[in-house]
């Protein structure tokens, strides 16, 4: 099995199980390298009923995995262990590291640079014969004593209770992964979609392997799981202090910092989407040496069809294309469509993408549309061929509060389809262009401020009602996504990527 393995792909949430944004792209990833040979290790959080994968997988892969971080702490039976001191002091600087402590930049250079190796040196040994384990973490006299003064010190405000079982939620699947790292078959480089639990993943096997990791960013891990958080009603214990809830939410986010910067000190290329999010992974840690960018790219006449089979005169059918969860603010395009009801009375919204991630979010999406009498102007189409879809749109809206670079947008500059977006990733580039030359080409489409019900249904009424601007945005779309946005010259950006690290 090593030697038939070229790249072994991380993927956290993602592919071949989850349609869409990220899956998308290594779909074509894969699918267009053909002369390489894949592995997929897919990490996912609880193990669903029925795991079926939404892609085809090219043949070109010749091993799949899935592992679930439900798992990390399932049939663990308590035991009587010790754990030596050296063993505990290690685990202890994991602890702060994890906790975000011990890695400030404001640290002395060498101190950071001792933090580091010891870092280092426990993720090398974590799960081996003589390293630490995960039964040590549970049921170790040391384990608990050093829960409990770390509790003492740093995380008074919150119930001892909350704090014992975060920290076992938190190091858990720790130890899970680098059991995994321990049993993935060799490959000749890594590459992981994100940082976050597969770029953990990642740092184990950059280590104990001493093969390339890369990264690739879609959008920043760290920001997406900032916003999750604070939108997590697990968090808020009833009867707890507003203190308690924002202390454990914190908690688990200096949690995800802390696993970005690991994957950034692991990963080389560190690879953005566009040039924002290049300048946000050096803030976030990243060497600036080792980022660079690579945009997304499409099969442009992949879409001649759909592009077309447009009837005239223009749709008044708006469409967002992305899973049903609130980082897309699902809500607030309801609420566009309601008020374009007014003005544009046969006005259609329809919400294409899977509703099985956040079931509870997607009902509170249904009583939205019925709470406001929306029955017969918005429609949720789960997954569909996207090319059929676009050549029945007039527009394309996302709503999201973050993006990188949506291969959805590109896909509607194919099929002649104008786009509004929100202001935020890589979108107004998109949308406007990256540099003078694009620029020149105009606009589009729209892009708004996020939440911006008025703003957002004033530029879709402004294009759906002005055929003038609506084909000038067609127009810049068509022009800039052939120019632009090839799949060809993606391919190759990483045919290149990989040729040189398997050399190397």
């Known amino acids: 099995m090593a030697s ?14 989850v349609r869409g944004g990220v899956s998308a792209w290594v779909h074509q990833l894969v699918s267009g390298l053909p002369e390489l040979r894949f592995s997929v290790v897919f990490i996912g959080g609880q193990r669903p009923e029925h795991c079926i994968p939404r892609y085809e997988v090219p043949p070109n892969v010749v091993h ?20 030596p001191d050296r063993m505990l002091g290690e685990s202890c600087m994991l602890h702060d590291y994890f906790k975000a402590r011990g890695a400030r930049r404001s640290l002395p250079l060498r101190e950071r640079q001792v933090f580091e190796q010891l870092v280092d040196r426990m993720l090398q040994s974590s799960e081996c014969p003589t390293g630490p384990c995960l039964r040590h973490l549970l049921y170790s006299a040391g384990a608990w004593e050093l829960i409990r003064r770390s509790h003492e010190e740093s995380a008074a405000e919150l119930s001892f209770v909350d704090y014992f079982w975060t920290v076992r939620q938190m190091h858990g699947p720790i130890f899970q992964l680098a059991g995994i790292a321990s049993q993935v078959p060799e490959a000749g ?44 009603a697990w968090l808020e214990r009833p009867g707890a202090r507003m203190e308690s809830s924002q202390a454990l939410r914190g908690l688990w986010i200096r949690y995800f910092e802390s696993l970005g910067r690991l994957a950034y000190r692991s990963a080389d290329p560190i690879i953005a989407l566009y040039e924002g999010n290049r300048l946000r992974q050096v803030e976030d840690g990243a060497a600036r ?36 969860v609130p980082i897309k603010d699902i809500k607030t395009f309801i609420r566009v469509i309601e008020r374009l009801s007014r003005p544009l009375g046969d006005v259609q919204g329809w919400i294409i993408g899977g509703s099985e991630e956040e079931p509870d979010y997607a009902e509170e999406c249904q009583a939205l549309v019925r709470s406001l009498g929306l029955q017969a102007h918005v429609r949720f189409l789960g997954h569909c061929e996207v090319s059929a879809v676009l050549r029945r749109l007039g527009l394309l809206m996302l709503t999201s509060i973050s993006e990188a670079q949506p291969l959805v947008l590109l896909e509607a500059f194919a099929a002649g389809v104008p786009c509004i977006t929100t202001d935020v990733g890589g979108c107004r580039e998109q949308i406007e262009g990256r540099d003078e030359a694009d620029r020149s080409l105009g606009a589009a489409g729209r892009v708004v401020p996020f939440a911006d019900v008025e703003a957002l249904a004033g530029a879709a009424h402004e294009l759906l009602s002005d055929r003038r601007a609506w084909r000038a945005c067609q127009a810049a779309g068509l022009t800039r996504v052939r120019r632009s946005y090839g799949i060809r010259t993606m391919l190759d950006s990483y045919r290149t990527l990989y040729r040189d690290a398997l050399e190397a």
Do not use: W
Not at 4 to 17: A, F, K, Q, R
Not at 193 to 201: I, M, N, P, V, W
């Open 189 to 232: 480089l890594y590459h992981s979609a994100s940082t976050g639990y597969a770029g953990l993943l990642g740092a184990f096997l950059q280590r104990r392997r001493r093969r390339r990791l890369i990264l690739t960013e879609h959008g920043i891990y760290t920001k997406e799981r900032r916003i999750d958080l604070n939108h997590a």
């Open 4 to 17: 038939e393995i070229d790249v072994c792909l991380l993927l956290e949430g993602t592919y071949p199980y």
């Open 64 to 83: 799949l995995e899935a592992h679930y971080l439900e798992d990390a702490l399932r049939e663990q039976r308590p035991c009587a262990v010790d754990m």
């Open 289 to 324: 040496e080792r980022t660079r960018t690579i945009v997304n790219g499409i099969d442009v006449d992949g879409l001649a069809g759909a592009l077309a089979g447009r009837s005239e005169p223009i749709p008044p059918v708006v469409g967002l294309i992305g899973r049903v």
